[in-house]
């Protein structure tokens, strides 16, 4: 059973600081990884996408892809309280690039 | 660009009757998607199809989950007879085909089985 696993949280963070999202598949061969947003009462947002190790920026938006620990993450830098949301992770499955499954996702908290 | 629709957004119905959830996706995303979202759950894939084949439904309750793509766009699922734990969000996703790409979202029916 191939699975995506995140800490539920809630995550709080205050205003201003980083936020650090981590997410890790069990899948050695995805190759594609995406971390979705998504509000209360809404549906997800992708806001980033990662293939290569490293990191990978977007505004304030760090996606960082580590492959040989089966690790990703989200870094979201001067936290606004907007950006308090769920943090879905959702990695590719096996070498079928057209199927992504989703983990239950991080509840992240900005605290004004 | 226009986004996925789906309707209707919300349907409260009582156990053992049937619904039914309709979706357009993005003109031009071959690939169409249904999850279903159970509260404090990340999205579960039901059914995937490619323009009007089915790819992958290994996860639709078959004996009561129905979908079909007519002509290759617009999408139904149809739940008959629903249960109480069938009460999720139900999203409908279209992707344009390539390595990499991401879903795009409709805004989801939110289904509430009483």
């Known amino acids: 059973q191939k699975e995506v696993e995140q800490n539920s949280g809630p995550l709080s963070v205050p205003e201003g600081a980083i936020a650090s999202l981590n997410c890790t598949y069990s899948d050695r061969v995805s190759q594609s990884f995406f971390w979705y947003r998504q509000y209360s009462g809404k549906s997800p947002e992708l806001i980033m996408s990662i293939y290569s190790n490293g990191d990978k920026e977007d505004g304030r938006f760090t996606a960082q892809l580590n492959k040989a620990s089966q690790y990703v993450s989200l870094l979201i830098r001067d936290s606004q309280p907007s950006d308090s949301a769920t943090y879905l992770c959702a990695v590719n499955l096996g070498e079928r690039d057209d199927k992504i499954i989703f983990g239950k996702g991080t509840r992240l908290h900005i605290l004004p | 660009e226009a986004g996925v629709a789906q309707s209707p957004r919300y349907k409260i119905i009582e156990k053992r009757q049937s619904v039914a959830f309709w979706c357009n996706p993005i003109?031009?995303?071959?690939?169409l998607y249904w999850y279903q979202q159970i509260l404090g759950q990340g999205p579960k894939l039901l059914i995937q199809?490619?323009?009007?084949?089915?790819?992958?439904d290994s996860q639709l309750p078959k004996d009561r989950f129905s979908a079909e793509r007519l002509k290759g766009v617009d999408s139904t699922l149809k739940i008959q007879p629903a249960k109480l734990e069938d009460s999720a969000v139900y999203l409908c996703?279209?992707?344009?085909?390539?390595?990499?790409?991401?879903?795009?979202f409709g805004s989801g029916t939110r289904l509430t089985v009483v």
């Open positions: 003109s031009g995303h071959a690939t």
């Open positions: 996703a279209s992707r344009l085909q390539g390595p990499g790409q991401g879903y795009t």
């Open positions: 199809f490619q323009n009007n084949g089915v790819v992958d």
